[in-house]
């Protein structure tokens, strides 16, 4: 009996903190952007270096 009188609360301090926790993480926006990261990884958005075109060639003498 004492150890539940001592569990609950433990454990309710632990659920206040976890409360707080996920509080404090929707209240400064680490949740406003679910998808950003996954689309970070998966797409490239930087732009492909130009590609420059082949310099003409000259037929051959004699040709």
């Not at 400064?28 to 075109?53: C, H, K, M, V, W």
Request: no cysteine; net charge negative; proline share 16%.
């Amino acid at each position: 009996m004492k150890a539940i009188l001592m569990l609950i609360p433990v454990a309710l301090s632990l659920g206040a903190i976890g409360l707080a926790a996920f509080l404090w993480a929707l209240r400064s926006g680490q949740f406003d952007d679910l998808d950003g990261a996954a689309n970070r990884i998966l797409f490239d958005y930087e732009d492909p270096p130009p590609e420059t075109p082949a310099p003409p060639q000259n037929p051959p003498p004699g040709a």
